[in-house]
């Protein structure tokens, strides 16, 4: 399939009597290669592998770059790093006395949508600066502090507070989220379900999913030795069972959460009016090239394809043709523009997937 095929054909969305809902769930350093519809068979994701077969999957999507703060911004603006200004992970500029807003006079997609009447929700990561204030068109705000985060009773930000909530992290993002849905759902809404899985620390996964693969021979995991070029995190966890074990059962985890979302979705009625959109940040090697990490995975940083090649899942009952398989190349500085093209939105800039004024569509 062309390009410009991709998404084809019928009707645009500002035809529709509901503006479309957009519930956009992203993980963290997660390899498209790490997905059972991407043709992994030991890692169980039979919610994700669903929305997949009943939407359109892309092979060749790829990062922009293979860190995650730059990569994020990139999703938001459709700039590329060199234009957006932020060249690596944001260390010490997300809360406290050196907060730093770095998409400050830069437009979001979110505040397209916020000026058209949406409803712009975040539950989970931020990680592009200043993660105390919502900003870029977001009014409901729940926030991870920095970058990372433990697993269990982690801290969070709401309405300007930090503090601890009781839990597994990836469950407590997902009850936020639903609430975000429930208050939203008479208007037209962006969820944005940012995962801080399957991100370090390996601690914290509640052993029902690491039991799961127990007994699994996780020959998915490339057996190379380790890359001399490696950074630290290989040397921790390269060839390490229960490292391995681990990344898997966090992926899980978030795809049992992503069933929560669809149920809200159905009982709400909400499903037919809601595209869902599933992406990572970027890839993530867990043993190829003998490094586990991705971008920064290795010193001088590299450009791998498991580093940078994400999964990129959109479902729209309806509007996109399920079983869709589709080759086109892309990148995420594509997704700003597309996200605004499908809902009819104004636009950034001409720059996108789809064919003007086209959809995915029967």
């Known amino acids: 399939m062309r390009r410009r095929e991709f998404l084809a054909a019928a009707g645009a969305a500002a035809a529709r009597s509901r503006p479309v809902n957009v519930v956009f769930i992203l993980t963290d350093d997660h390899g498209q290669w790490a997905m059972g519809c991407y043709g992994n068979r030991e890692l169980r994701t039979p919610v994700l592998d669903r929305v997949a077969a009943e939407g359109a999957r892309l092979t060749r999507a790829f990062a922009a770059t293979p860190v995650c703060s730059p990569s994020r911004a990139t999703f938001f603006t459709g700039k590329m790093p060199c234009q957006h200004g932020i060249q690596d992970w944001i260390r010490d500029e997300n809360t406290g006395a050196r907060s730093t807003r770095f998409l400050d006079g830069q437009t979001a997609f979110t505040q397209v949508l916020a000026r058209q009447g949406y409803k712009v929700g975040l539950s989970g990561k931020w990680h592009m600066g200043d993660s105390a204030t919502p900003q870029q068109g977001f009014s409901y705000w729940f926030a991870l502090p920095t970058g990372g985060s433990r ?115 159905d009982d709400l009625e909400l499903s037919r009016d809601t595209l869902v959109v599933f992406a990572a940040d970027q890839g993530f090697m867990c043993g190829h090239h003998g490094l586990w990490g991705k971008g920064n995975g290795s010193w001088p940083f590299n450009m791998y394809e498991p580093s940078i090649l994400m999964p990129l899942i959109y479902r729209h009952p309806g509007r996109i043709p399920g079983g869709q398989v589709l080759d086109a190349m892309v990148s995420s500085y594509d997704f700003a523009p597309t996200m605004l093209n499908y809902l009819g939105c104004p636009p950034l800039a001409d720059q996108s997937l789809l064919p003007r004024g086209k959809l995915l569509h029967k």
């Open 151 to 265: 697993y269990q009773d982690a801290e969070m930000i709401w309405q300007g507070q930090t503090r601890v909530y009781p839990g597994y992290l990836t469950d407590v993002i997902t009850d936020k989220a639903i609430e975000f849905i429930e208050q939203s759902r008479r208007d037209p809404f962006f969820c944005f379900v940012s995962y801080n899985a399957p991100h370090t620390p390996y601690s914290g996964t509640p052993e029902k999913y690491r039991q799961i693969y127990r007994d699994t021979p996780l020959a998915t995991f490339p057996d190379e030795p380790l890359n001399p070029l490696n950074t630290g995190l290989g040397a921790a966890n390269h060839r390490k069972r229960d490292s391995q074990i681990t990344y898997y059962a966090m992926i899980t985890a978030v795809d049992e959460n992503v069933g929560r979302i669809l149920r809200k979705l």
